[in-house]
């Protein structure tokens, strides 16, 4: 796992207490892209499933996890994509 992973991951399971989280770094396949070059990677795939996204829209979630994480893009995430849902939802 990444240093990066792990900041994600500790910065979410902190926020959210979530019954399941993974986190995928995907870098590897925007090599040669010219933002990579200059950041040296930081795109991430984030499942999360936690109850506080009970009764949020799909854009409220992704709100939430965003915000939850602004300094950690400031320090390397470049791209993240979130699948945020509730446990009901993810059952």
Not at 8 to 25: H, S, Y
Request: net charge negative; charged share 25%.
């Amino acid at each position: 796992m990444t240093d990066y992973e792990q900041q994600i991951r500790g910065i979410l399971e902190n926020t959210f207490c979530p019954v399941l989280l993974e986190i995928k770094d995907e870098s590897w396949k925007h090599a040669g892209h010219t933002g990579v070059r200059t950041h040296g990677g930081g795109h991430f795939v984030v499942r999360i499933v936690a109850t506080c996204f009970g009764g949020k829209t799909r854009v409220e979630r992704h709100r939430m996890v965003n915000e939850a994480l602004g300094d950690a893009f400031e320090a390397g995430i470049h791209a993240l994509s979130i699948k945020a849902n509730t446990p009901e939802e993810a059952s």
